[in-house]
């Protein structure tokens, strides 16, 4: 079946300027992620959604940082005023629940560069 | 709070040799584990992942891992390396909110 896909694979921007960013999660998956994957810090959580309750925001580097889920599907990642140290890969993973013991299924990223 | 160590960021074997990536947690509640790996412009793939039960867990691709508690470990091994292994891989404690937290990767080469 298909798996969590996300849009632009690349994309390229200049400082300043917004970007957005799209996943779309495995069908039926109540859980989306989204995480970022720089050279210098790893592998980092920014945010998640489960079903309708309030996303848990606790990883957003800064207000510049935003994202939402239209209908239960779709997520869009929303920076705002790029800056350099944005460029990074940006990974979508969705689970069918946020149980503590649920496999995340990633996308592929999508690979920002901001110049 | 959870947080994971990988020791060694570059790991090279010959291919046929055993693969031994080192994975150590913390944890304040108990440890569900995960490695992923991730191949060159892809994303991440599950290989296994510790719940509960057997401590000993077997994924795909002939890797395993082994849950020990006593030395707060879950290390990847495989008995032989073949050259598609070549890929970083991302060990991984679930917070009990659900998010992952990684280590920082282990990019395996294996050498013909």
């Known amino acids: 079946g298909a798996g969590v896909s996300q849009s632009p694979s690349n994309k390229v921007t200049e400082k300043g300027k917004d970007v957005e960013l799209r996943c779309d999660p495995i069908?039926?998956?109540?859980?989306l992620y989204w995480y970022r994957q720089s050279l210098g810090q790893g592998l980092e959580f920014l945010i998640y959604f489960q079903g309708n309750s309030a996303p848990d925001k606790s990883g957003l580097p800064s207000d510049r940082f935003s994202a939402e889920r239209t209908g239960g599907s779709v997520s869009t990642l929303t920076i705002q005023r790029t800056q350099q140290e944005d460029s990074a890969v940006y990974l979508c993973a969705s689970s069918s629940w946020a149980g503590r013991t649920d496999t995340q299924y990633f996308g592929p990223g999508t690979r920002l560069t901001v110049l | 709070a959870q947080s994971v160590t990988q020791l060694g960021s570059h790991v090279s074997v010959s291919e046929g040799a055993l693969v031994l990536l080192r994975c150590n947690y913390s944890s304040s509640v108990p440890p569900y584990l995960f490695w992923y790996v991730q191949y060159p412009n892809q994303g991440l793939q599950l290989l296994l992942k510790?719940?509960?039960?057997?401590?000993l867990v077997k994924g795909i691709n002939g890797f395993e891992a082994e849950f020990k508690k006593s030395e707060t470990s879950f290390h990847l091994t495989k008995p032989s390396a073949h050259m598609s292994d070549a890929a970083e891989y991302f060990c991984?404690?679930?917070?009990?909110?659900?998010?992952?937290?990684f280590g920082q990767g282990t990019t395996l080469q294996v050498k013909p």
């Open positions: 069908s039926g998956h109540t859980a």
């Open positions: 991984a404690v679930n917070s009990n909110t659900g998010k992952l937290i």
């Open positions: 510790y719940t509960t039960g057997a401590t």
